[in-house]
Structure formats: structure tokens, C-alpha cells
């Protein structure tokens, strides 16, 4: 009885010390406290709020918006609530030359945040080609572009700290669902690019984050949820909302610790580690974890399926009764 | 000894009730997709996996359309499937990135009924020196066709007037469940076409229309010789971890998959535990791959950190051999080309 006990504490022990041995990349800390934060859609959101808490913490910040006007009430807003200036850019995402003339204008980058992002809850056969193409023009194409433009700076940087590269995804990205293929395209297009990114730049310190915020209250999601198929809303009621403020907190603390997956609240911890999949983990406790979990979550990922595809199958059949 | 056999018997019983459950539990439902006398429109088809894929559901009685952009080599393809089969495809000519040209194409062939989007392009390199260019038409010709193809046949597709189930498939790649260096923008595409065909299978279950994605790994085709060509010396150190396959046996594994309705099918056993390790929130109809994935993720996910440990490595020793030549190189003041 004893012996069985104590045969499991050591294999327990073996596994953490095994996996603190071979976790790639190595764990690392990424200040930003007086380093420079470019953050994309800075001018509302998540953005925003990423804008207004890294300068309370310290950082240079950077914002970059299309429209001139939000971006100067955004610093005025951070003025206001930090007394921190912080620097503004206009460039539209899509425009690989207009990002590349931001950036240079900017300086050097410590910690790069592809935040911008747009969306569209509709069924695909009710999408028009330019909406599915404009979200994955802007979430997608226009976080390649941006990447593009930072990483000469990047790799040539004088300071040798350790510096990030982050994309704002979403759980959408982690799972897709009724009414967001396209949006969900874009997000999972993220991590393809997030996990080979990391290969290439992890030889230059450079640290790459993928953030998994659930639905936010943005000012966007009032907007979307009124157009939101019902369908849509029935499904992704799953998981809960968060505030921007809270998102940004947890994006920035995961930006500094260096972690791959970033999630921001409990649901997203469950869909972390279910979805891990081949995915970098710089922490053997969370890679522990991930272990132990993976099954049981999985199991758990059946019984979301089961009630998603009834609802599908409860609605239609109400609708074809009406 | 109660508690042995109180042990013992739990451990016997638990797995067959988690087997049982799962049976129940298991959405969408499994299902069967006949190929046989109906019309299976494969893009791509004109060579590599798509040209085997025509042959064999030719060769298994299905009338088989294949688009392509060149005309020339779908006559070429035409000829080569008549050659080994006897029988005749229908070839139909458009860019996949122009929606009007795919909805025409669409509409001029009859109902379809299996879609295979195995269109793609694919070159390797360092997102640093690849042009913005290329990043786009990967991205475009990969995802968007697709969605281009998905609009162009869903109507068609949902107000069929043969009830029996149909499909669409998507070609992505096992770079589309594990981001590779040097596949940056090929990665981001084939990722991004699991998030399309998750949220799809949800929007048109109800019209027992079912999804499914095939992850092959480097197949022997036109395309792959033309890519490894160029390809960085990185990226074949670290794919290599993933044996090459012929065409004809990934349009075997492909065919059978969907005919079987499985969201994910893959190709050879790296591929099997791949798609353990990747399964995540994906649909999984067959009750006993949903069983061996609840009892193995754990493991696999240990060994998926495994396989990062060598390729971090891998990358770590490419780096240090290239800046030891590099200060070889400087100091005699030779131009040595490393490989």
C-alpha cells in the first residue's frame, strides 16, 4: 500500500524534473518597463486598455489605429488616466507599406502586440466573399505584415534583452463555431504562423505570445451581438465574458513570463490545455499539468460537442415545426 | 485482497463504461458517404494528390470533375485518367482566388456531391526574407479559394434534391497541426482551414452535409519537387521527423476517410498521433478513436514536447555551426556557403 504510494511520488517527481530538463524554449522574462509597446488597435478595446496599462507600468507605448481621430481621443483618454503620453501612428494593417513606414517612424520595438482584429458572426452561405476576406485581409495578412516590418528592427536591436511578439487571438481561435468560420480561419491562421514564427526567431531572444481571450466587452461586441446568428449565441454562451481591463492585465503578464498560450480566464484554461497540441511550453508545471489533464478535458470537449451539435439539432427542428 | 479485486474490477469496468458513454455521447453521429455513381469535383486536380485522387474515385465509379487553372495540364490529366481507368472526367478550367470564375465553374458541372479543396500552394522561407507577395497568395489560394469554393456549392449542396449525405473535404497538410520553420505562411493557410471546417460542420450538419480534413505529410508530387528546391535547410531537418508518402496513398487514405465522414483523417501513424495530440474541440464520430484519445493525450502531448526538445535543438546547433563559420569565413576571408 505504501510502496504503491511512494512508486507514484517518484514517477510524479522523475516527470517534473525530466520535463523542467527538456521544455523548449527555455522559460524567460520579458520586462517592459521602459522598453517600447507597439500595440495595433490601440485606439479601443483591448487595445486601448493594453494602451492605458502598460504605461502605467512604466513602458514607452506605441499605438497604431486607422483613424486619426480615435487614436487622439485613445491618448488623450491615457493622458487623463496615467499622465503618460503615449505616441500615435494611422496605418491600415492590409497596407504592407503604410505598416512598414509606421513601424520605422516608431523605433525600435521591444514587445510588438497584434491586437487589431474585425469580425463578423454570420453563417458562410450568408457572408459576402468581402466580409470572409476582409477579416482574413486584416486578423491574418495584416499580423504577417506588421511582423515583417518589426523583425529587422528586431533582430538588429542594440538592447539584447529578450523581446516579444505577440498576436491578440481569441477562443475562437482555439475552436470554431457556428457563425465564424472566417473569424475562426483567421484566429487558428495565427497560431500556424505563432508556432513556426517562434522556430525562426527564437535564435535572436525574440518570444512569441498567443493570447486567447474569451468574448470582451469592447465596443465591438454590442455592435456584434445584435447581428449575431441566435444559433451563435446559444453555443458561444458556454464561456463567459470578460472585461477589456482584465484581458489586458493577463496579456501583459503573460507577455512577461514568455509563455506561448496565453489564456485569461478559467474556461480558457481548460481550453488551453486540451488544445496544446504540438504547441511550445516553457512551463513544466503547466506542461505537468497539461499531462495529467489532457485526457479528462478531452472527455470533457465530448460532452461541449454533444451539447452544441443538440442545440443545432433542437433549433432547426423548432424551426421547421414553425 | 478485497481491495485488490475491488481494484481490478474498477479497472476493468471503468474503461468499458467510459467506451459506452462515449458511444452515447459522440456527435456528429458517425455516418457513411457513398462515392459511387456520384459526382466527386476535386480542385488541384490536374497533378500531385488531386490527379490521384480523380483516378481513384474514377477507378471506384464515381463521376469525377477536376478544376484547375491550366487548361493544358487538365487535358494532360484527362488523357492520363482515360490511359489507366477507361474512363472520362470532366475538366473545368478557373483561378480558385476568383470567385465569380469558381461560382461559373460550379454551375456549369451537375450537383456535387463530395467538394475535395485540394488546391495549394506552398514555398518555405523564413517569413523575414519572403516577400509579402507570396505570404498573401499562399494565404489566398489556400483559405480563401476555399471559401471561395465552399460559397460557390453550399447552395447547391443544401437544396439537393438526392438526400443521401454529402461532403466537403479540405486538403491541409500535418504543417496544419504543428507550425514548422520556414512554413510561416503555409502553416498559418492550413491552420486556418481546421477553424473554417470546425465552425462549418456546425452550420451545415443539419443538412447532412459533413466536413473533413485530410493531414498528409510530404507527399512525392510535382509541387513538393519544386519546393524543396528552395526550401531552408532547417525546415527539411525538422520536417523530416515525419516520413514522405506517394500520392496514390494519400488519395487512398483521403478517399476512405470520407467516405467514412471522419473530420480528421490522417495518412500514416506519425500522422495517427498527430491527430490525437492536435484532436482538441474537433468533432470525433468514431466512439473508439474518441476512446483512444481520452486515454493516450496525456502521453502524446508529453512526446509532442519531445519532438520540440529536438527541433529547438536542431535549430540551437544549426545556429551555433553557423556562427562558428561565419567567424571561420570572416578570418580567412573565404566565402563559405553554409548548407
Request: proline residues 4%; aromatic residues 8%.
Amino acid at each position: 500500500m505504501f510502496g504503491a504510494d511512494l512508486l507514484i511520488l517518484t514517477l510524479i517527481i522523475l516527470l517534473l524534473t525530466s520535463l523542467k530538463l527538456i521544455l523548449q524554449p527555455h522559460p524567460t522574462k520579458i520586462p517592459i518597463k521602459s522598453r517600447h509597446v507597439f500595440i495595433t488597435g490601440g485606439s479601443s478595446g483591448i487595445g486601448l486598455a493594453l494602451a492605458r496599462e502598460a504605461a502605467a507600468e512604466g513602458a514607452r507605448v506605441t499605438i497604431l489605429a486607422r483613424d486619426m481621430k480615435k487614436l487622439e481621443q485613445a491618448k488623450a483618454s491615457i493622458q487623463v488616466s496615467t499622465g503618460t503620453e503615449v505616441d500615435i501612428v494611422s496605418a491600415d494593417v492590409r497596407d504592407f507599406h503604410a505598416v512598414k513606414t509606421a513601424v520605422e517612424s516608431a523605433g525600435e520595438i521591444d514587445v510588438l502586440i497584434c491586437n487589431h482584429g474585425t469580425f463578423l458572426p454570420y453563417e458562410v452561405e450568408n457572408m459576402e466573399m468581402k466580409g470572409i476576406e476582409d477579416i482574413i485581409g486584416v486578423n491574418l495578412v495584416g499580423s504577417f505584415g506588421l511582423v515583417k516590418a518589426a523583425l529587422v528592427g528586431m533582430k538588429k536591436r542594440k538592447d539584447r534583452r529578450p523581446v516579444s511578439i505577440a498576436f491578440m487571438s481569441s477562443q475562437l481561435g482555439q475552436v470554431g463555431i457556428y457563425g465564424y468560420t472566417a473569424y475562426s480561419a483567421s484566429k487558428f491562421g495565427l497560431r500556424g504562423l505563432a508556432e513556426a514564427l517562434q522556430q525562426e526567431v527564437i535564435a535572436d531572444d525574440i518570444h512569441v505570445s498567443l493570447i486567447f481571450p474569451p468574448d470582451t466587452d469592447p465596443p465591438g461586441l454590442a455592435e456584434e451581438k445584435k447581428r449575431r446568428p441566435q444559433l451563435t449565441s446559444i453555443i458561444t454562451a458556454s464561456s463567459g465574458a470578460m472585461t477589456a481591463d482584465e484581458v489586458a492585465k493577463k496579456t501583459l503578464n503573460g507577455i512577461k513570463s514568455g509563455s506561448f498560450s496565453i489564456h485569461c480566464n478559467f474556461e480558457g484554461v481548460l481550453l488551453s490545455i486540451v488544445t496544446a497540441g504540438m504547441s511550445p511550453q516553457r512551463s513544466y508545471l503547466m506542461a505537468f499539468v497539461e499531462f495529467i489533464f489532457s485526457g479528462v478535458i478531452r472527455f470533457v470537449a465530448f460532452c461541449f460537442l454533444w451539447t452544441w451539435y443538440r442545440s443545432i439539432e433542437k433549433w432547426h427542428a423548432k424551426r421547421k415545426r414553425a | 485482497m478485497a481491495d485488490i479485486n475491488l481494484s481490478f474490477l474498477t479497472l476493468c469496468i471503468l474503461p468499458i463504461l467510459l467506451l459506452l458513454f462515449l458511444k452515447l455521447i459522440i456527435r456528429p453521429h458517425p455516418v457513411t458517404i457513398p462515392i459511387k455513381s456520384r459526382h466527386v469535383f476535386i480542385t488541384g486536380g490536374s497533378s500531385g494528390i488531386g490527379l490521384a485522387l480523380a483516378r481513384q474515385a474514377a477507378a471506384e465509379g464515381a463521376r469525377v470533375t477536376i478544376l484547375a487553372r491550366n487548361p493544358n495540364k487538365l487535358e494532360e490529366a484527362k488523357a492520363s485518367i482515360r490511359l489507366s481507368t477507361g474512363i472520362d472526367v470532366t475538366t473545368v478550367s478557373a483561378d480558385v482566388c476568383d470567385f465569380d470564375a469558381v461560382k461559373t465553374a460550379v454551375e456549369s458541372v451537375d450537383p456535387i456531391d463530395v467538394l475535395v479543396c485540394n488546391q495549394g500552394v506552398f514555398v518555405a522561407y523564413e517569413l523575414e526574407k519572403q516577400e509579402i507577395k507570396e505570404v498573401r497568395e499562399m494565404i489566398d489560394v489556400n483559405l480563401v479559394g476555399s471559401f471561395n469554393l465552399v460559397k460557390a456549392v453550399l447552395p447547391g449542396m443544401k437544396s439537393r434534391s438526392d438526400r443521401k449525405p454529402v461532403s466537403i473535404a479540405f486538403m491541409s497538410s500535418q504543417a496544419g497541426q504543428v507550425g514548422i520553420y520556414g512554413y510561416t505562411a503555409y502553416s498559418a493557410s492550413k491552420f486556418g482551414l481546421r477553424g473554417l471546417a470546425e465552425a462549418l460542420q456546425q452550420e451545415v450538419i443539419a443538412d447532412d452535409i459533413h466536413v473533413s480534413l485530410i493531414f498528409p505529410p510530404d507527399t512525392d508530387t510535382p509541387g513538393f519537387a519544386e519546393e524543396n528546391k528552395k526550401k531552408p535547410r532547417l525546415t527539411s531537418i525538422i520536417a523530416g521527423s515525419s516520413g514522405a508518402m506517394q500520392a496514390d496513398e494519400v488519395a487512398k487514405k483521403t478517399l476512405n476517410g470520407i467516405k467514412s465522414g471522419s473530420f480528421i483523417v490522417p495518412c500514416n501513424f506519425e500522422g495517427f498521433l498527430l491527430a490525437i495530440a492536435t484532436a482538441g474541440l474537433s468533432p470525433q464520430r468514431s466512439y473508439l478513436m474518441a476512446f483512444v484519445e481520452v486515454v493516450s493525450a496525456g502521453i502524446l502531448r508529453i512526446a509532442g514536447l519531445c519532438f520540440q526538445w529536438t527541433w529547438y535543438g536542431s535549430i540551437e546547433k544549426w545556429h551555433a555551426q553557423k556562427k562558428y563559420l561565419d567567424i571561420c569565413c570572416s578570418s580567412t576571408q573565404e566565402s563559405c556557403l553554409m548548407d
